[in-house]
């Protein structure tokens, strides 16, 4: 005999109603934790962008000053300091030279020995008038014109010991060696270049910005440069005030005091193109960029994102002014907004 189960009405209907509530609630999405900025006024400047280029305040050539053959010269990448050895001459030929120019020396001192007894003589003799003073006057002509040839060795020596000297070449400042111009075992003549000497521990940025940019450009001024690394303030330490005839360009230079720019790197800088006005601002980090998309989020009465539309209007290092009208004490988003969607409730984080 088969059994049949049957659930009450109620129990059917119950079911039925829970089912019924869960589809039509789906669970609620838990608000967003994000950190916040508070928009302030600044004092600020729009600005344009020029590309320039770190350079070595010494960046040399170095020649040879004695002629002869090259024994030794320093690896490409060595550093150095100021008047450290960099390459070295054969001094041989120069070490003969100024021994001959002290055999020199010595034969006219001795020559002088003799004039000056002979002046002696023929003034005792004139006195006595056992002579005439014509041949004084030619005795003392004769010492005088020693006196110089002595005078012209004294120069040839100190010339055979400066020249010595200059076998051993050494670094007019400190830096890197770039490069070899030449190789061991030449025969070099005065004036040879030898090796390439940039000076790596003074660096400057060198950059053409248009006339018109100077009014707004005073020296030791801070702007904003940019690399592939970082972005930091730099101060203005030169304006040129010579423009090109044909580009309408000057020459401007910051001070670089940062380690790791080489010399050669490309940088952007920020120069302002206009005085500078009180503006809205809030930091850079609080943009999200997405493509070639920028935007922010601002926290409204009732904890929601609401996305803006970011159009830089100016920038001053880590802080941008944008176009959209936002007033002081607003809530930006600094922190999580790469994972908000516009009208979504957050929480905002407390700063430790």
């Not at 943009?287 to 926290?299: A, H, P, Q, R």
């Amino acid at each position: 005999m088969k059994r049949s189960y049957f659930a009450p009405a109620g129990a059917i209907f119950l079911f039925c109603s829970t089912m019924n509530a869960f589809a039509q609630e789906p669970p609620q999405i838990p608000p967003t934790q994000v950190s916040i900025v508070l928009v302030k006024e600044r004092l600020l400047a729009p600005t344009t962008q020029v590309t320039g280029s770190v350079v070595s305040v010494n960046d040399s050539k170095i020649s040879t000053q004695v002629p002869g053959e090259l024994q030794w010269l320093a690896t490409v990448g060595r550093s150095v300091q100021k008047e450290d050895v960099i390459a070295r001459i054969n001094p041989t030929l120069l070490a003969i030279d100024l021994q001959t120019a002290e055999a020199g020396l010595a034969r006219l001192q001795a020559d002088l020995d003799f004039r000056q007894q002979e002046v002696k003589r023929f003034k005792t003799l004139a006195d006595r008038d056992n002579t005439s003073k014509t041949r004084l006057q030619e005795e003392i002509a004769k010492r005088n014109m020693l006196l110089q040839d002595i005078k012209a060795g004294e120069a040839n020596l100190a010339q055979a010991k400066h020249n010595l000297s200059q076998s051993e070449i050494r670094a007019p400042f400190g830096g890197t060696i770039a490069a070899r111009l030449a190789s061991k075992g030449e025969f070099l003549s005065t004036g040879d270049q030898i090796l390439r000497l940039v000076d790596t521990f003074h660096r400057e940025i060198s950059l053409n910005a248009p006339m018109s940019l100077l009014p707004y450009i005073k020296n030791k001024m801070s702007v904003q440069v940019s690399t592939v690394y970082q972005t930091d303030q730099v101060k203005v330490i030169a304006i040129v005030p010579v423009g090109d005839e044909i580009s309408r360009m000057v020459e401007i230079r910051l001070d670089v005091s940062i380690d790791h720019w080489i010399t050669g790197m490309p940088v952007t800088i920020y120069l302002p193109n206009a005085p500078a006005l009180r503006r809205m601002t809030i930091p850079r980090d609080a943009l999200v960029i997405k493509g070639s998309e920028v935007y922010i989020y601002k926290i409204d009465e009732s904890m929601k994102a609401e996305k803006i539309d970011a159009k830089i209007e100016a920038v001053d290092g880590d802080w941008v002014a944008i176009k959209e009208k936002l007033t002081e004490g607003d809530q930006i988003v600094i922190r999580g907004g790469e994972r908000l969607m516009p009208g979504q409730s957050v929480s905002i984080l407390k700063n430790k």
